[in-house]
């Protein structure tokens, strides 16, 4: 009997409970205000992650990187940043350990001098970015590039550099929460 007459407890109780969740109905005036606080913005959210702030990350990992130019809707040589579903924001970097042999003839910004970081809306943008580029550049060596994804940003880094230096990108990559 005292099983029955707590379990009918608790059922009222949780019937109240879900009675004054409900948004169908009209509030009692009797409710009392809440004075909770906003939630707080997480440190993603007061400070998102761009392509400069994402290059402030790896360089302090890969001193060898140096910013080399930022891209706009006006100097963007893929006219992707900004459309649906491309890339916010854009760097070009240099990495002080390729050859200027290696890369003359190619134009200041080109991934082969360095890399570039690209950063998306969404997880899945970058995701599908850096699958794009693999398959473009899968039968094409010269074309090649090493391509990190971490969150909504794509580390793409010069063939140039051997496996073990690119790792170093790897790395920072891994940092840019």
Partial sequence: MRKTLT???????LMASLAGCSSSGSR??????????????????ANPL?????FAKVSTIVSTANL???VTA??????LLGRPNQYTSKITFNDTR????????????????????EVFGSPADAQARAKYIQS???????????????????VRVSHYLTPKQAADYKTAANNLD
């Fill in 74 to 79: 006006d100097n963007d040589p893929n006219h």
């Fill in 68 to 70: 080399s130019g930022t």
């Fill in 98 to 117: 390729i050859s200027a042999d290696d890369v003359s003839g190619t134009d200041k910004g080109d991934v082969e001098r360095g890399g570039a970081i």
């Fill in 7 to 13: 379990l009918a407890a608790t059922a009222t109780v």
């Fill in 50 to 54: 761009t392509a400069r702030t994402a």
């Fill in 136 to 154: 473009v550049t899968k039968s094409m060596p010269m074309l090649a590039e090493y391509d990190y994804v971490h969150g909504a940003a794509l």
């Fill in 28 to 45: 009692s005036s009797s409710a009392a205000p809440t004075n909770a606080a906003p939630p707080k913005a997480t440190a993603a959210q």
